[in-house]
């Protein structure tokens, strides 16, 4: 049963804040302490407790996952996701575990309920798992609570729309081909609060339109309430990428130990340095 306390601090705070202090029984004093310091600080809730050493951080992080992603994964056989979304429905899957982790340092919960659009682009440079990267991350950002956008920009391969289950006729060539309609590009898939823009059409001049045009900006013009995007760029041609990307909030790189060349890496990383696109990390598969 919920203290009186925390009944009226469910009128005052965010579900995640009134999460936080369900879990870790936060009083009327250590309230008070807590926005005491806000308004003195400007601090966020998050940032506040863990500052005045009310919860420790790591407890923080493991309330905020546990609320997160309890009720979302999915049966891969009822709804015909792959079995390669692991993190769909496999949450102790290794693969699952590497990408929670990292997902834990690009996306806080209270910037993806109050802040903007994020852009993550994903791309591989000598191994073709990009696909399975930026699906399963993207599932795992999802099972936040918040909707969000995987967008499959891998022309050379696409992928998505296979994984997921579903069949839609417009995508990414549609809004690089100035789509009237942009919101008619997004097909909601069987993972909760995760919809999917898949390549789309073939088009002419590929090249040439993905470098005329900012896919990230089409992208952050969509008017769905989303509120984060993973974009899967694939195993292509570093110039192609660096286009992807360009406007994008930062890029991963998915990398394989003795597959991946130097020389390709030399070829893409002045490129985004060019386009302004900050690399986040990268991701070593195998």
Do not use: C, W
């Not at 993190?87 to 996306?107: I, M, W």
């Not at 918040?146 to 289950?165: I, M």
């Not at 041609?237 to 660096?242: D, L, Q, S, V, Y």
Request: glycine letters at 6%; aromatic letters at 4%; charged letters at 20%.
């Amino acid at each position: 049963m919920r203290s009186s306390t925390s009944r009226s601090a469910a009128d005052r705070y965010s579900d995640v804040e009134t999460a936080l202090i369900d879990a870790n029984r936060l009083g009327r004093e250590e309230l008070d302490r807590i926005e005491a310091y806000r308004a003195r600080t400007g601090a966020s809730f998050t940032e506040a407790v863990v500052d005045l050493g009310v919860v420790p951080p790591e407890q923080v992080q493991r309330t905020l996952a546990t609320r997160a992603e309890a009720g979302t994964l999915i049966d891969p056989d009822a709804t015909g996701v792959s079995r390669a979304v692991v993190a769909a429905y496999d949450p102790d899957n290794p693969l699952t575990v590497k990408l929670r982790a990292l997902r834990s340092s690009l996306f806080a919960i209270e910037d993806l309920e109050r802040g903007d659009l994020r852009v993550i682009v994903v791309a591989a440079v000598g191994t073709d798992d990009a696909p399975g990267v930026a699906a399963n991350l993207a599932t795992l950002v999802a099972q936040l609570g918040q909707p969000g956008l995987l967008v499959d920009a891998n022309f050379a391969a696409p992928t998505h729309h296979s994984l997921f289950a579903v069949d839609p006729v417009e995508g990414v060539t549609s809004l690089l081909s100035g789509a009237e309609d942009r919101e008619a590009t997004v097909t909601e898939t069987p993972v909760p609060n995760l919809s999917l823009i898949a390549a789309g059409p073939a088009i002419a001049a590929l090249p040439e339109t993905v470098e005329r045009v900012s896919l990230v900006e089409q992208i952050r013009a969509i008017r769905l309430g989303h509120r984060f995007a993973i974009v899967d760029a694939g195993h292509q041609p570093p110039e192609m990428i660096a286009a992807i990307a360009r406007g994008a909030d930062g890029l991963l790189l998915v990398i394989e130990r003795t597959q991946t060349p130097f020389a390709a890496l030399d070829a893409l990383l002045p490129r985004l340095e060019a386009a302004d696109v900050p690399v986040l990390g990268s991701i070593l598969i195998r």
